[in-house]
């Protein structure tokens, strides 16, 4: 039975603003932080939808997140984040990336449930294989409305 949802940040919950933006977010938002009059909230954006999902699935399940880097602490954006997830993980912060299954084993060890008793969800597909070899449950996001089938499978199994 799954005891815990294991999140990933950028493109899953965090966007960029600009939509051709292909690159990855934490270097983006590190660049801009360094102009004058950068706004968080001019260049990225969470998804209304996924946070609406998230406030759902807490009441079943503790939510975690695990990110690559450190963009998920801008002021603008943690309040929320900490509201919605009992912990958040950081590869850069671990000195672990996300495509060691030795990153996924901390955070099981930390969580201290069983591995077959989380459930990641990641855009990446070497993160997605990764947490599959360190024993995970994991579901590739795609988009929101086939992430909410996918976790349906696993959800059922929660008494009612």
């Known amino acids: 039975m799954i005891k815990a949802l294991l999140f990933d940040f950028a493109r ?6 600009d939509d051709l933006y292909k690159g990855e977010l934490n270097k ?3 660049k801009l932080s360094l102009l004058h009059g950068y706004s968080f909230t ?10 609406e ?17 450190t963009i ?11 509201g919605l997830f009992k912990k958040i993980y950081s590869a850069s912060e671990m000195g672990i990336p996300k495509e060691y299954p030795l990153a996924y084993k901390t ?28 024993g995970l449950h994991a579901v590739h996001y ?17 008494p009612s």
């Open 12 to 17: 899953v919950i965090l966007f960029p603003r």
């Open 28 to 30: 983006l938002h590190t």
């Open 42 to 51: 001019n260049e990225f954006a969470m998804d209304p939808t996924m946070l």
């Open 53 to 69: 999902y998230l406030t759902s699935l807490k009441i079943l399940l503790p939510l975690y997140m695990f990110t690559s880097g």
């Open 72 to 82: 998920q602490n801008a002021p603008e954006i943690r309040p929320t984040l900490d």
């Open 107 to 134: 955070i099981i060890e930390d969580i201290g449930v069983g591995e077959k008793e989380i459930v990641f969800i990641d855009d990446a597909p070497q993160n997605i294989e990764a947490a599959l070899k360190a």
């Open 142 to 158: 795609k988009n929101i409305d086939a992430l909410k089938k996918q976790l349906n499978d696993f959800l059922k199994e929660l």
